[in-house]
């Protein structure tokens, strides 16, 4: 396999080469025989890539960015605390100091916990080419809006008026198996869950209860069917269609 290191982001990948960042999925899906690209092109240190910047009722945060040092920001704690708090539970401090944030969205593992917070604060995916609002890129189970050879170079996130983040993870993976992120604004609520489907989506029941009521008990008193939901050996479509308004209801009170 051949490694090398981009200059900029204007590299160009090969026909059968992938970006590496953190390699926190990548790697594992290589030893795992589930990916085998002929060359590896190494994004992590370009400078384009890196940074936490806040401006304009914004939190732009470049693509190579770690889960550490989002946990460890003081601009992310002080303008989206809730950001901060997935960034600092996501895995553990292996994957936390080597997992990047552009990597996790790229990969769209339908348990992560960053595509959930980008679909509910409403987020902007930026490439190299283009930007992407959030609810046009993740489309599906481990699939985006991002063709072929396409670099995310940052995320922008819109500042809530609150937000919150509650996540029941599967102890060994520490993935979500169910994990919800309720954002509040002057326009609405909006609520991701990802961990209980095919990929990450938004829960608009719970988004009208608590654009009604903004409260851990509008939040429960929502019903959602099982249907559609993921049913494995660590719990029930049932099970966790019973989760997600729990965990909203506990996201509402801590935002």
Same mark, same amino acid.
């Given at each position: 396999m051949n490694y090398q290191t981009a200059s900029s982001v204007a590299a160009r990948l090969g026909p059968d080469d992938k970006f590496l960042a953190g390699g926190q999925s990548l790697l594992g899906a290589i030893k795992l025989g589930l990916a085998a690209?002929?060359?590896?092109?190494d994004v992590r240190?370009?400078?384009?890539?890196?940074?936490?910047?806040?401006?304009?009722?914004?939190?732009?945060?470049?693509?190579a960015t770690t889960h550490a040092t989002v946990a460890a920001s003081p601009e992310v704690k002080q303008a989206i605390p809730a950001l901060a708090d997935l960034a600092?539970?996501?895995?553990?401090?292996?994957?936390?100091?080597?997992?990047?944030?552009?990597?996790?969205?790229?990969n769209n593992d339908p348990a992560a916990c960053?595509?959930? %917070?980008?679909?509910?604060? +409403? #987020?902007? @995916?930026?490439?190299?080419?283009?930007?992407?609002? *959030?609810?046009d890129f993740f489309q599906g189970l481990f699939t985006t809006a991002l063709q072929e050879g396409e670099l995310i170079?940052?995320?922008?996130?819109?500042?809530?008026?609150?937000?919150?983040?509650?996540?029941?993870?599967?102890p060994a993976s520490r993935f979500s198996l169910v994990g919800v992120f309720v954002a509040r604004f002057d326009h609405g609520?909006?609520? %991701?869950?990802?961990?209980? +489907? #095919?990929? @990450?989506?938004?829960?608009?029941?719970?988004?009208? *209860?608590?654009?009604?009521?903004w409260s851990p008990a509008a939040a429960r008193a929502v019903t959602l069917s099982a249907e559609g939901l993921n049913t494995d050996l660590h719990g029930t479509a049932a099970y966790r269609a019973a989760l997600i308004p729990e965990l909203a209801a506990r996201a509402v009170a801590g935002a």
């Open positions: 690209p002929e060359g590896l092109l240190r370009l400078p384009e890539l890196q940074g936490i910047s806040v401006a304009g009722g914004t939190v732009r945060i470049g693509a600092g539970r996501i895995g553990d401090r292996q994957v936390r100091n080597v997992g990047t944030i552009g990597g996790s969205l790229a960053y595509p959930a %917070a980008t679909l509910a604060l +409403g #987020a902007t @995916v930026h490439t190299a080419s283009r930007t992407i609002a *959030a609810d170079t940052a995320v922008s996130f819109p500042v809530p008026k609150a937000a919150g983040w509650q996540k029941f993870k599967q609520v909006r609520v %991701a869950v990802t961990g209980a +489907g #095919a990929g @990450v989506f938004r829960c608009t029941e719970l988004e009208q *209860a608590l654009g009604r009521d």
